[in-house]
């Protein structure tokens, strides 16, 4: 059974520091690139940041630029999001996702979504 499982998430100030992990079984995603997305209440689901498979290239939501970081480790077929000087609006539920291609493509199809993993920042 493919899974990806995403942890890391909590209770953390404004101003704090986090780090998601997303974590990938079943079969190996070192030729898909990835995904973080991110969804408030009462809000539709946004796209955060994504890595290509290799890890060289990213892109990132000019909301989070500066602050979050994507990378991955083929090695152990798992994607993180570090995620640095936190803000209340940066609340809500994180979720990962592998493309269907290896590239950053416009447009993009997933084959895979994780359930989700809580950030919640206190002002």
């Known amino acids: 059974q493919v899974q990806l499982v995403e942890s890391g998430g909590g209770l953390v100030q404004a101003g704090g520091s986090l780090r998601l992990s997303c974590a990938a079984s079943?079969?190996?995603?070192?030729?898909?690139?990835m995904d973080w997305f991110r969804q408030a209440p009462g809000k539709e689901r946004e796209f955060v940041a994504a890595v290509n498979s290799n890890g060289y290239s990213k892109r990132y939501a000019d909301s989070v630029k500066g602050r979050f970081t994507i990378s991955r480790d083929n090695a152990k077929n798992t994607v993180y999001l570090q995620m640095n000087s936190l803000k209340p609006e940066d609340t809500a539920v994180y979720y990962c996702a592998a493309r269907s291609k290896a590239t950053l493509l416009l447009r993009p199809t997933y084959d895979y979504w994780g359930q989700g993993t809580q950030v919640t920042v206190s002002s």
């Open positions: 079943g079969r190996t995603f070192s030729g898909n690139a």
